[in-house]
């Protein structure tokens, strides 16, 4: 059985974001490609929508949201820069499985899944890229089902935080160790709990003078109390 508490911060990985001379050939060999800007809670596709562009996320956060058949909706993970998102299966008008919506501005790089199928043809170091891409995401998502599976919440709590310091981590703008973009509930569902108790979770951190939070962001107050948790 793997080890739930042994998670192994996938940051920063060497080649994460493509060179900007393949940037460039993109651009070059693809009519379609577009750099687009976007603001806070933007949508970049809808759940169900039928998608016929592969997008490259240059810069920022996205979260991937899907609604269940009864109606509840959850986030499934939370992409950074250097992620694909869209159509990467390569066929054009596929359905997406999840709405993708940006958290806080992003930069996107985008083109035709026609166009982009070609050029990795071509240049097999994109098609090299992707595929680490989606490696480290399906690694990410066997993480969390682990975590899910053989960890009390309060521990996946706490593991869910250290994992998110090292890949969406930055330094603290509210004056603490480090700081991320994430709300209580997007962390309950990245958890499988409820926010009620995420939040109980979080008021005892925060009493322990470990983490505190605003309505946006969860900030490590001591980095070193929180890794003594997982020992």
């Not at 930055?170 to 409820?194: K, M, P, W, Y």
Request: proline share 4%; with cysteine.
């Amino acid at each position: 059985m793997v080890d739930a508490n042994r998670i192994v911060v996938d940051d920063p990985v060497p080649g994460r974001h493509l060179p900007p001379r393949i940037v460039q050939l993109w651009e070059r060999q693809c009519p379609s490609f577009r750099k687009t800007e976007m603001g806070d809670a933007t949508m970049i596709y809808r759940q169900g929508d039928g998608c016929s562009q592969v997008c490259y996320l240059a810069s920022g956060h996205v979260k991937l949201r899907a609604i269940t058949k009864d109606g509840r909706g959850f986030i499934r993970s939370i992409l950074r820069d250097g992620d694909f998102l869209g159509a990467i299966s390569g066929q054009a008008g596929q359905r997406m499985l999840d709405s993708a919506i940006s958290k806080g501005p992003i930069r996107l790089y985008r083109c035709k899944v026609g166009e982009f199928a070609a050029l990795m043809e071509t240049q097999p170091e994109i098609a090299r890229h992707l595929l680490a891409t989606l490696n480290r995401r399906l690694a990410s998502a066997q993480r969390q089902t682990e975590m899910i599976l053989y960890r009390p919440t309060a521990m996946r709590v706490a593991l869910l935080l250290r994992e998110f310091v090292g890949v969406h981590g930055g330094r603290c703008r509210h004056g603490h160790e480090i700081d991320f973009r994430l709300t209580q509930q997007e962390l309950a569902d990245l958890v499988g709990a409820s926010r009620p108790v995420v939040s109980t979770i979080l008021n005892d951190l925060r009493q322990r003078r470990i983490v505190t939070y605003t309505r946006t962001f969860i900030c490590i107050e001591n980095m070193a109390a929180l890794e003594r948790l997982l020992e």
